[in-house]
């Protein structure tokens, strides 16, 4: 059992600089996130893109934004349960929470700060009838620990900068060449990409397929083969270790819109006249998974929400204590041990 001051389910922008603001009123964060690296739209739809209304930035890449984030809140040693979604919330008989996740990791604090914006990414799934039977198995929709794939016989399918990006991380790394299978023959990644997966097929460390996709999954208890339909050219069974169909992610408020939360148009209200809970005391949710009058969807407000909810799960979790706030140039940033 991880046991934290605030669970915060979602690492986008909000939920990391919410690390920082607890951080400053001496309150620890864990972090839970549906996908295996923090960021959330920033990282996982524009990481290259600038972004123009920062305060004191006048451009930044939303990928940069997202590092510094991450620099600002390290002194605080958040924990991260990535690559798990949060699944189930249960209250305790003192008030607290335990929030479990798909994975099984269970997390108890007394504060739950939802910071999941659209929702959490889910993998586009093919559609292979005995597809469920490998997920796990042999097929992943997203790549957690690298390391655990080398050596293996890959097959990527997607044209995207995640299929790619991936095609050549293990193009590079691995001992047998890396399929990547396509609809198309032209790539949606960025273009340095596209070069280097030609590249790569010249060297022999990348087989393509163009105009394919996967028909079948075969295999006893794991995937040991798969059967590619290739326009003009029939279809062939390859054998492999791991299949990954990286179609992208869409994101969907999922679990979360089972747990008693007062939900409009897919989002959770809270009160914005105060502190931006929900209508379960101890629950607040900030960024764009929440909505009241007036509500913008923009990183700016959710900095603003995360700074009002920390003041009140600070009075939740002490409640004996009175916390007066210091500017942070008076104060600095002292950091945990
Ligand atoms: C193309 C584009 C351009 C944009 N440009 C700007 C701009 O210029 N300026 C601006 O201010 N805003 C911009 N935005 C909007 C901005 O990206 C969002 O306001 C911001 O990402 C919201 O941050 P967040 O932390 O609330 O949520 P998100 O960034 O959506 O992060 C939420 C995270 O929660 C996770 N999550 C959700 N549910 C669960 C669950 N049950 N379990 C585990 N994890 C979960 C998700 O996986 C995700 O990683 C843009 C958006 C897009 C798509």
């Known amino acids: 059992m991880i046991k934290t001051d605030i669970i ?64 600002q809140a390290a002194p605080f040693k958040p924990g991260f349960t990535l690559g798990e979604r949060a699944d189930t919330i249960e209250k305790q008989e003192d008030d607290s929470f335990i929030v479990t996740t798909s994975e099984g990791t269970a997390h108890h604090a007394p504060v739950v700060m939802i910071a999941g914006g659209l929702g959490s990414f889910e993998p586009r799934k093919p559609k292979i009838d005995s597809l469920p039977r490998f997920e796990k198995n042999g097929v992943e929709y997203m790549v957690k620990e690298p390391e655990n794939f080398l050596g293996k016989k890959i097959f990527i399918s997607g044209g995207g900068d995640s299929a790619l990006d991936w095609a050549i991380y293990f193009a590079e790394k691995n001992v047998s060449p890396v399929g990547l ?27 393509f397929y163009t105009h394919a996709e996967v028909v079948g999954l075969n295999g006893e208890n794991t995937l040991e083969s798969i059967e590619i339909k290739q326009k003009g050219k029939g279809n062939k069974t390859v054998a492999v270790d791991t299949w990954l169909p990286l179609f992208g992610l869409s ?20 009160d914005n006249t105060l502190d931006y809970q929900t209508n379960i005391p101890g629950v607040f949710a900030i960024g764009d998974v929440n909505t009241y009058p ?36 008076v104060q600095g940033v002292q950091g945990f041990d």
């Open 181 to 207: 299978i396509h609809r198309s023959d032209a790539f949606r990644a960025h273009k340095d990409s596209v070069e280097k997966v030609h590249q790569l097929e010249k060297e022999g460390k990348i087989e």
């Open 251 to 270: 994101p969907k408020l999922g679990p979360i819109g089972n747990w008693g939360l007062e939900i409009e148009k897919n989002a959770i209200k809270v």
């Open 294 to 329: 007036g509500k913008l969807k923009l990183i700016l407000c959710g900095f603003h929400e995360a700074t009002l909810a920390v003041q009140t799960a600070y009075k939740i979790i002490h409640p004996e204590k009175r916390f007066t706030l210091k500017y942070t140039t």
């Open 8 to 71: 915060i389910i979602g690492a986008g922008p909000v939920g990391l600089f919410a690390i920082f603001e607890a951080g400053l009123m001496k309150l620890k964060c864990h972090l839970i996130d549906a996908i295996p690296q923090a960021g959330g739209q920033l990282t996982e739809i524009y990481p290259k893109k600038p972004i123009y209304d920062i305060p004191g930035y006048p451009t930044v890449l939303a990928g940069e934004l997202i590092d510094r984030l991450m620099e």
